[in-house]
């Protein structure tokens, strides 16, 4: 009995090496783009062509996901260069002539802002920002 319960835990052992191995050479093996260092940052997503660029004020920092078009609206999400992407978002919606809505559903990490182009609403589960843009008919 001693030498089946030192057998388990050494064939346990070698599984999770041997399972850890292979997942490291595929991971080095399928890259295709270059994987974020302490000296490099990630690759921005490029916005869509038709993305309303001078009318919309996105906050600086690294697009993470982009897509949408005008017919069915626009998202995007920024991991912003700030901690305080959030209210940057605000401001810079402000500045640019949007006006919040008093809706019951703004709060610390959501807002809803409009002008006579857009509707842009923007929400935060803690550092990025994702907008959600529509053109007003």
Sequence with gaps: MSTRSSVVPAILVAALTIGSLAACATAQGSNDTATPTATSSPKSEPLPADFPKSDVPLIPGTVAVA????????SVTIDPTSKTGFADARAALTAKGFTQSASASASKNRALFSSDEYTVYISTPGISVTYTITANE
């Design 67 to 74: 897509g949408g078009d005008e017919v069915n609206g626009w």
